[in-house]
């Protein structure tokens, strides 16, 4: 990533995984005063804040400075989310969910 930000990193990652700051915060064992400096890059952040940070988004230090291995993560964890719930449908439930979705594709 050229000119690695890394607040706007983890605002990206926390608004694509549907968090909010004071959930990250409470996930990473910081305060969300902290988090919100961070993420305007108003403060430097310890190795060991990063690796909370890490921790919290379920992801390694290479794949948090990695945009495509960090987004692919949170993609997968996405699907993996979205089959579990299916799995849980009954077949009429699965055919329902299936139009929505050929729905939801076509107005693209």
């Not at 945009?67 to 993609?75: A, I, M, P």
């Amino acid at each position: 990533m050229e000119n690695f930000q890394l607040g706007q990193r983890i605002r990206e990652l926390r608004k694509t995984r549907m968090i909010n700051q004071r959930e990250l915060a409470k996930r990473a064992n910081m305060t969300s005063s902290y988090l919100g400096q961070l993420e305007r890059d108003e403060k430097n952040p310890t190795i060991g804040s990063i690796e909370k940070i890490c921790a919290a988004f379920d992801l390694t230090l290479s794949e948090f400075f990695s945009e495509k291995s960090g987004e692919r993560k949170v993609q997968d964890q996405i699907s993996e989310e979205i089959m579990k719930y299916v799995r849980e449908c009954t077949d009429s439930e699965k055919v329902i969910i299936l139009q929505l979705i050929r729905q939801v594709l076509k107005k693209k």
